[in-house]
Nanobody, 123 residues
């Protein structure tokens, strides 16, 4: 069972950058596909990015391609989301999630979730 804690959120101007981190407890971090999701006020939670067990395969939603980079350090039990060229529409609570499914993409594929970290992008 994984416990996830996000950090790194904050307030940034449009065009700026933030790096989110998600620290996982337990010795089986490398067994999980890891993902980032976000939920803006009044909207449903949406998929942002996912990374496979080794970190060799990543997948992004179209709106963040070329701007966001997901990575992981299995030795540190941590997954990251580097966010560059941020836009006001990126404003949301960002959640880290873990899945035992190899091709996890949807909410229901992920069994473990962090508490979320707020990202606010001002125009």
């Amino acid at each position: 069972q994984a416990q996830l804690v996000e950090s790194g959120g904050g307030l940034v101007q449009a065009g700026g950058s933030l790096r989110l981190s998600c620290a996982a407890s337990g010795r089986t971090f490398s067994y999980y596909t890891m993902g980032w999701f976000r939920q803006a006020p009044g909207k449903e939670r949406e998929f942002v990015a996912t990374i496979n067990l080794s970190g060799g395969s990543v997948y992004y939603t179209d709106s963040v391609k070329g701007r966001f980079t997901i990575s992981r350090d299995n030795a540190k039990n941590t997954v990251y989301l580097q966010m560059n060229s941020l836009k006001p529409e990126d404003t949301a609570v960002y959640y880290c999630a873990a899945s035992i499914m190899v091709f996890a993409r949807k909410d229901r594929d992920f069994a473990y979730w962090g508490q979320g970290t707020q990202v606010t992008v001002s125009s």
